[in-house]
C-alpha cells in the first residue's frame, strides 16, 4: 500500500527574491519520509525550502499539502483563523534579536557588555514569549533537556555562542509543535561532537510523529533521513532512498576567480611588526560564569593560526576582545601589534588593522545598507557607511565587487541577497583596507559546497600572495587552507 501523500509539487516553475528558481520543479513528500536536500547553490536551497513553505511565487503549475487538510476542515469548522503554515516550523539560518521593547536590533558590542545583557530576554523567557500555546509533546523541559539548553536557561540570549544560538532556534521550532519541521543548512556552526549528535535529536523528533526535511552537504547525511534528493544544475530533483545514496567525489570544482586581478589587489598589503597578539594569564567573567580562565597565547607576524574550540568554550570571547569590542580587555595583560591594551589607544586605533568576517555581522548593519556601502564602511570600520567616500575609494571598492562577483548585488540591501554573497561581501569587507591581521570567524557558514571549497582556495590565495597574519576559526576542518598550519585549542 502506497504510503499517504504529504505534500506535491507538480510541474512548478519558481520565483523566489524576484529571480527565477526552478522549472518544471516536481517533488513527492510522503508519509514517513525524512529528506535531505542537496545542491551546488545555496540560494536554490533555501528557494526550495520557500516554496514548501509557500512563500514564494508559482507563475505555473502547483503545490498541494495533504498533510494540512484535516486540521484546515476542523478550524474552518470552528470559525478560527488558520494556515497550513500553522504546522510547519522553519529554522534558517538567519537571526535577529530583538531587544524587550522590540524596537530594534542589539548592536555587535551589546553582547560582550555585561552591564548590557538586561536588555535582551533569558533563553527561557524568549522560548515562553515565542512558542504556541497549541497543545502538544513538547514542553519547555522537554525540549531545553533534549538540544542541552537546560544549564542555559537564566543565560541572557545575546551571550550564546554561534552553535548554542543554533540549539535555540532547533528548540523554539519543536515548541510550536509542527507536523513539519524544515531545516536550512541546521549542522552550520555546530561542533564536532554537536554535530555527531544532530541524528540522535532528529530520531527523537521523528518518533514523535514529526516529519523533517533538512537541506544539508552531500557529505554530511545525519542517521534518521529515509531520502536524498539533489537539486541538478537543470533545476531539478533527483532522489535517492538513503542506502541507495552514494557520494560523488570526483565532481570538478573550477575556481571561478582572476588570479592576475587578485594579485594586483592585494599589492598594496603592509608589513607587520614581529608580534601581533600577545595575552598573558587572560581571563573574562560574567557573574559567577567564567569564559575565559588564565589564556596565554602568543601570534606573530606572517604566523597564520586555526582558533578550535568546542561551542561555548569562548572562542567567541576570545575575538571579542582582540578586535575591540570586549571592554574587559582594559582590565587584562593583553598586547596588540607590541601595545598593551588600555594605554591610551582609541577604538578605531585598535580596529584600524584588524580585518574581520563573521556571519552574524550581517544582521547588525542597518536595513538600508546596499552591498557596496556595506564594502566601503571596510574603511571607517563602521557597521555601516555613515561618511562621503573618495573616488579612489569608490574604485577600488568596485574592483572587489567585480572579483568577487558582485556587481549585480552591488545597490542591493545586503540582507536580502543569498548568503554566500553576503559572505563574499564581508570578505571584501575586511580586505579592502589591507589590514595586517585578519580573522575569519565561521566566515564561509551558509555557503554550498562548492562555494566553500573556492572560499577556501581564494583565503589560499591571499595568504600565498601577502604577509598577512591570519586567525581562522571553522567546525569544519576541510574548510581550513593548507597554510593554516598552527593550532590553538580553547578548553
Same mark, same amino acid.
Given at each position: 500500500?502506497?504510503?499517504?501523500?504529504?505534500?506535491?509539487?507538480?510541474?512548478?516553475?519558481?520565483?523566489?527574491?524576484?529571480?527565477?528558481?526552478?522549472?518544471?520543479?516536481?517533488?513527492?513528500?510522503?508519509?514517513?519520509?525524512?529528506?535531505?536536500?542537496?545542491?551546488?547553490?545555496?540560494?536554490?536551497?533555501?528557494?526550495?525550502?520557500?516554496?514548501?513553505?509557500?512563500?514564494?511565487?508559482?507563475?505555473?503549475?502547483?503545490?498541494?499539502?495533504?498533510?494540512?487538510?484535516?486540521?484546515?476542515?476542523?478550524?474552518?469548522?470552528?470559525?478560527?483563523?488558520?494556515?497550513?503554515?500553522?504546522?510547519?516550523?522553519?529554522?534558517?539560518?538567519?537571526?535577529?534579536?530583538?531587544?524587550?521593547?522590540?524596537?530594534?536590533?542589539?548592536?555587535?558590542?551589546?553582547?560582550?557588555?555585561?552591564?548590557?545583557?538586561?536588555?535582551?530576554?533569558?533563553?527561557?523567557?524568549?522560548?515562553?514569549?515565542?512558542?504556541?500555546?497549541?497543545?502538544?509533546?513538547?514542553?519547555?523541559?522537554?525540549?531545553?533537556?533534549?538540544?542541552?539548553?537546560?544549564?542555559?536557561?537564566?543565560?541572557?540570549?545575546?551571550?550564546?555562542?554561534?552553535?548554542?544560538?543554533?540549539?535555540?532556534?532547533?528548540?523554539?521550532?519543536?515548541?510550536?509543535?509542527?507536523?513539519?519541521?524544515?531545516?536550512?543548512?541546521?549542522?552550520?556552526?555546530?561542533?564536532?561532537?554537536?554535530?555527531?549528535?544532530?541524528?540522535?535529536?532528529?530520531?527523537?523528533?521523528?518518533?514523535?510523529?514529526?516529519?523533517?526535511?533538512?537541506?544539508?552537504?552531500?557529505?554530511?547525511?545525519?542517521?534518521?533521513?529515509?531520502?536524498?534528493?539533489?537539486?541538478?544544475?537543470?533545476?531539478?530533483?533527483?532522489?535517492?532512498?538513503?542506502?541507495?545514496?552514494?557520494?560523488?567525489?570526483?565532481?570538478?570544482?573550477?575556481?571561478?576567480?582572476?588570479?592576475?586581478?587578485?594579485?594586483?589587489?592585494?599589492?598594496?598589503?603592509?608589513?607587520?611588526?614581529?608580534?601581533?597578539?600577545?595575552?598573558?594569564?587572560?581571563?573574562?567573567?560574567?557573574?559567577?560564569?567564567?569564559? =575565559?580562565?588564565?589564556? !596565554?597565547? @602568543?601570534?606573530?607576524?606572517?604566523?597564520? *593560526?586555526?582558533?578550535?574550540? +568546542?561551542? &561555548? #568554550? $569562548?572562542?567567541?570571547?576570545?575575538?571579542?576582545? =582582540?578586535?575591540?569590542? !570586549?571592554? @574587559?580587555?582594559?582590565?587584562?595583560?593583553? *598586547?596588540?601589534?607590541?601595545? +598593551?591594551? &588600555? #594605554? $591610551?589607544?582609541?577604538?578605531?586605533?585598535?580596529?584600524?588593522?584588524?580585518?574581520?568576517?563573521?556571519?552574524?555581522?550581517?544582521?547588525?548593519?542597518?536595513?538600508?545598507?546596499?552591498?557596496?556601502?556595506?564594502?566601503?564602511?571596510?574603511?571607517?570600520?563602521?557597521?555601516?557607511?555613515?561618511?562621503?567616500?573618495?573616488?579612489?575609494?569608490?574604485?577600488?571598492?568596485?574592483?572587489?565587487?567585480?572579483?568577487?562577483?558582485?556587481?549585480?548585488?552591488?545597490?542591493?540591501?545586503?540582507?536580502?541577497?543569498?548568503?554566500?554573497?553576503?559572505?563574499?561581501?564581508?570578505?571584501?569587507?575586511?580586505?579592502?583596507?589591507?589590514?595586517?591581521?585578519?580573522?575569519?570567524?565561521?566566515?564561509?557558514?551558509?555557503?554550498?559546497?562548492?562555494?566553500?571549497?573556492?572560499?577556501?582556495?581564494?583565503?589560499?590565495?591571499?595568504?600565498?600572495?601577502?604577509?598577512?597574519?591570519?586567525?581562522?576559526?571553522?567546525?569544519?576542518?576541510?574548510?581550513?587552507?593548507?597554510?593554516?598550519?598552527?593550532?590553538?585549542?580553547?578548553?
Amino acid at each position: 500500500m502506497t504510503p499517504k501523500t504529504l505534500l506535491q509539487i507538480e510541474n512548478a516553475r519558481v520565483n523566489y527574491l524576484g529571480k527565477a528558481s526552478f522549472e518544471d520543479l516536481n517533488f513527492t513528500w510522503r508519509e514517513g519520509e525524512h529528506w535531505a536536500i542537496t545542491g551546488d547553490s545555496g540560494r536554490e536551497l533555501t528557494a526550495f525550502l520557500e516554496t514548501l513553505r509557500g512563500t514564494t511565487h508559482l507563475p505555473e503549475g502547483k503545490i498541494e499539502r495533504p498533510f494540512a487538510d484535516q486540521y484546515i476542515i476542523q478550524k474552518t469548522e470552528e470559525g478560527i483563523v488558520h494556515s497550513f503554515r500553522d504546522l510547519i516550523a522553519y529554522v534558517s539560518q538567519l537571526y535577529r534579536f530583538r531587544n524587550k521593547s522590540n524596537l530594534q536590533n542589539f548592536y555587535f558590542q551589546q553582547r560582550f557588555n555585561s552591564s548590557e545583557a538586561d536588555e535582551a530576554a533569558t533563553v527561557k523567557e524568549y522560548l515562553i514569549q515565542n512558542s504556541t500555546p497549541t497543545p502538544g509533546p513538547w514542553s519547555l523541559e522537554v525540549v531545553a533537556d533534549l538540544l542541552r539548553l537546560s544549564p542555559l536557561l537564566d543565560s541572557s540570549i545575546l551571550k550564546l555562542s554561534n552553535g548554542e544560538t543554533r540549539r535555540l532556534a532547533l528548540a523554539l521550532g519543536l515548541l510550536l509543535q509542527p507536523k513539519i519541521y524544515l531545516m536550512d543548512q541546521p549542522m552550520t556552526g555546530l561542533d564536532q561532537e554537536s554535530r555527531a549528535a544532530f541524528g540522535d535529536f532528529l530520531q527523537a523528533i521523528i518518533s514523535k510523529g514529526i516529519h523533517v526535511l533538512i537541506t544539508s552537504s552531500s557529505s554530511e547525511i545525519p542517521d534518521g533521513i529515509t531520502h536524498v534528493g539533489k537539486l541538478k544544475s537543470n533545476r531539478k530533483v533527483e532522489v535517492w532512498e538513503r542506502e541507495n545514496y552514494h557520494l560523488n567525489k570526483s565532481q570538478s570544482l573550477d575556481l571561478p576567480r582572476n588570479l592576475e586581478q587578485l594579485k594586483a589587489l592585494l599589492e598594496e598589503f603592509p608589513t607587520v611588526e614581529n608580534e601581533v597578539i600577545r595575552l598573558e594569564n587572560v581571563s573574562i567573567r560574567y557573574g559567577a560564569k567564567t569564559i =575565559l580562565n588564565q589564556v !596565554n597565547w @602568543q601570534v606573530n607576524a606572517g604566523e597564520r *593560526w586555526q582558533l578550535k574550540g +568546542k561551542n &561555548g #568554550s $569562548g572562542k567567541s570571547t576570545l575575538i571579542s576582545l =582582540l578586535i575591540g569590542e !570586549n571592554p @574587559q580587555a582594559y582590565s587584562q595583560n593583553f *598586547w596588540l601589534f607590541g601595545r +598593551k591594551r &588600555g #594605554s $591610551g589607544e582609541s577604538i578605531w586605533d585598535v580596529k584600524r588593522p584588524i580585518g574581520f568576517v563573521a556571519p552574524e555581522l550581517v544582521r547588525f548593519f542597518p536595513s538600508n545598507q546596499t552591498v557596496r556601502k556595506v564594502i566601503l564602511s571596510g574603511f571607517f570600520d563602521t557597521m555601516g557607511l555613515f561618511k562621503k567616500t573618495t573616488s579612489e575609494q569608490e574604485s577600488k571598492m568596485n574592483r572587489w565587487l567585480q572579483l568577487f562577483n558582485l556587481e549585480t548585488f552591488a545597490n542591493l540591501p545586503i540582507q536580502r541577497i543569498p548568503l554566500e554573497q553576503q559572505r563574499w561581501t564581508l570578505l571584501a569587507r575586511a580586505l579592502i583596507k589591507f589590514p595586517k591581521l585578519l580573522i575569519l570567524d565561521e566566515a564561509s557558514q551558509g555557503m554550498d559546497e562548492r562555494q566553500r571549497v573556492i572560499f577556501r582556495e581564494t583565503v589560499q590565495k591571499i595568504l600565498e600572495l601577502t604577509p598577512i597574519t591570519l586567525i581562522y576559526v571553522s567546525h569544519y576542518q576541510e574548510d581550513i587552507p593548507d597554510k593554516v598550519d598552527k593550532i590553538f585549542t580553547l578548553e
